[in-house]
């Protein structure tokens, strides 16, 4: 009776991409050439696959470009989302969104840093603006209701204080690196001690 030899371990391909490394790579191109300076052609020559083989994942680079800034809209609305359990005033839950907001920059930072540099010029990134100004128009409402309920300062314009906010956050995305950096928790707190010890009213 003869043995059977071994079964061979089924063939990943070369060099076995799925479509989170995929994005992860076509990403950190974008990033370091622009979205309009990365072709597909490029995107193949960095992964050493074919094209065909991108687009087994994907149908388009317009595709990628999609699925990498919801990457980082849906984390930000994730935290929009908890905002209906969080108790207390309207600056408790401004100060959470914005802690939040800071953990996501830290947790998907190539995402958020390919979402903060999109222009508009393609119906991907007109969606994503559009979900962005959705996404700053909650935190202008929450700046005026915190105004109204007496917590942050009445001298400051509540849309230009939020955009001053948010402009604090986004600009993580310069100078932050993980490797040796603070935590994403660590961050938040720097963030939050920065921005609400400024914007809150202070006691007699």
Known sequence: MTTAPPARPARRGRPGYDLESLL??????????????????????????????????VPSKQELLRLAVNRALDGLFEIVAELESVDGRA????????????????????????????????????????????????????VTKAVDEGDLRPDIDPPTAARLLFGMVNS????????????????????????????????A
């Open 24 to 57: 992860a790579v076509a990403v950190k191109l974008f990033n370091e050439r622009g979205y309009d300076g990365t072709s597909m052609e490029d995107l193949s020559r960095k992964l050493g696959i074919t094209k065909s083989a991108i687009y087994h994942h």
């Open 91 to 142: 600056v408790d839950r401004l100060e959470y969104l914005v802690r939040g907001s800071v953990r996501v920059l830290v947790d998907r930072l190539p995402f958020v840093t390919l979402l903060l540099r999109v222009r508009g010029n393609t119906k991907v990134e007109r969606d994503a603006l559009a979900r962005r100004r959705e996404f700053d128009h909650i935190v202008s409402e929450l």
């Open 172 to 203: 993580l995305i310069e100078w932050y690196r993980p490797r040796g950096g603070q935590s994403g928790d660590e961050l938040a707190e720097t963030v939050a001690a920065v921005a609400f010890d400024g914007l809150r009213v202070r006691s």
